[in-house]
């Protein structure tokens, strides 16, 4: 596709390139960098085509009703960018390694997110029963997330880190 086909494809389905980069979690600079280059990298324009609605899409306008606007976090800053990006139940596959306490390709998987006041930490229990306290800086150097959530983790009430490894022992938090 072309530079003029990328932005008309992304105006018909309600896109800014504000709105693309926070979805795609990148800077607006980066977006107009691959929207302007005529020889990106096939997996954008696969990417790109398959992008749904946007926030400006047209189904708003004919209706005359206003794009529902996003919620505000209840807090900002560094620490929170995962706010409601990474919840209870999500599975965060680690890349490269974490230590011993998982090898890369291995799996952790989220039972609790803990707002401290200054940023959410999101504890992880990992394949052999460890239970880490995993910070937004962590998670950008380690971890990203596959898409996967883990229903008994999901409804999970985290009481200790002794009861999590006997859930853990009982095959509770297989993927």
């Not at 011993?100 to 998987?109: A, L, P, T, V």
Request: hydrophobic content about 35%.
């Amino acid at each position: 596709m072309t530079p003029v086909e990328v932005k008309a494809l992304l105006a018909s389905k309600g896109w800014t390139n504000v709105a693309l980069a926070a979805r795609w979690r990148c800077t607006t600079v980066w977006i107009s960098k691959i929207i302007n280059d005529s020889d990106r990298a096939p997996h954008y324009n696969d990417a790109l085509a398959g992008l749904p609605r946007g926030p400006k899409s047209e189904r708003h306008k004919v209706t005359g009703k206003r794009a529902p606007r996003a919620a505000k976090a209840s807090r900002v800053g560094p620490g929170y960018r995962y706010h409601g990006v990474i919840t209870q139940g999500d599975v965060l596959a680690v890349d490269p390694y974490f230590g011993s306490i998982c090898e890369e390709g291995e799996h952790g998987i989220v039972i609790q997110v803990v707002d401290d006041g200054a940023c959410e930490r999101y504890r992880t229990v990992f394949p052999r029963g460890d239970v880490e306290l995993l910070d937004a800086a962590l998670i950008d150097q380690c971890f990203y997330t596959n898409g996967q959530v883990h229903e008994f983790a999901q409804a999970y009430t985290y009481q200790s880190d002794k009861q999590v490894l006997a859930d853990a022992d009982a095959g509770r938090f297989q993927i």
